[in-house]
């Protein structure tokens, strides 16, 4: 199985701060790399597809990017409501593993 | 809109059996293929299983394999989880999800359920 490891575990910040989560592949996987964005109580939202494409509907403050097996989730600015958990994960092929997740906190 | 309703969790005892329902609507449930996701409490996400938009193909965790299938009725847009030999170790939450690929499959989900508890214990 491929695994996926997410770097920091958590990270406090700072409402306008620049944030930069990274995530990386035991193996190549192409750009088969997905974010989601999880608050408490709910369910995941898709963030970022295919390493770097923008969700419909998601802001622009977000983006991602790729170098070999190493990913990055950047936020630019952010915003209270940014404040959640994230997760990776790859759909290079099954099974389709998560990363264990970054915990984004107010400071 | 999407929307993706699951039901069917509940408390059961180790050994046991239960089936997770799907409900979809607002796209064409037919066309896509889709998934089942689970979170035990406090931990992260784990994918469990994927079917193809009619049912031919399927793949699975190897946590779950040989005891929990995934199906579907097309002409009742709903998607299935059958779980038995149940585990303290499968409690979650247990997401269906929607991928954006008609036939097959692109291995991400672009919309989730809001979930359904499953809690395995004696």
Known sequence: ????????????ASIGDRVTIICRA???????????QQKPGKAPQLLIHAASSL??????????????????LTISRLQ???FATYYCQQSFNVPYTFGQGTELEIK | QVQLVESG????????????????????FSSYGMHWVRQAPGKGLEWVAVISYVGSNKSYAD?????????????????????????????????CGKDPSK????????????????TVSS
Do not use: H
């Not at chain 1, 035991?26 to 088969?32: A, E, G, K, N, V």
């Not at chain 2, 969790?9 to 064409?28: I, K, Y």
């Open chain 1, 1 to 12: 199985d491929i695994q996926m490891t997410q770097s920091p575990s958590s990270l406090s």
């Open chain 1, 26 to 36: 035991s193996q190549s996987i192409s750009s088969y790399l997905n974010w989601y």
């Open chain 1, 55 to 72: 969700q419909s509907g998601v802001p622009s403050r977000f983006s991602g990017s790729e170098s070999g097996t190493e990913f990055t």
């Open chain 1, 80 to 82: 209270s409501e940014d």
């Open chain 2, 9 to 28: 969790g509940g408390v059961v005892q180790p050994g046991t059996s239960l089936r997770l329902s799907c409900v979809a609507s607002g796209f064409s």
């Open chain 2, 63 to 95: 946590s779950v394999k040989g005891r929990f299938t995934i199906s579907r009725d097309n002409s009742k847009n709903t998607l299935y989880l059958q779980m038995n030999s149940l585990r303290p170790e499968d409690t979650a939450v247990y997401y």
């Open chain 2, 103 to 118: 036939v097959s499959w692109l291995g991400y989900i672009e919309y989730w359920g809001q979930g359904s508890l499953v």
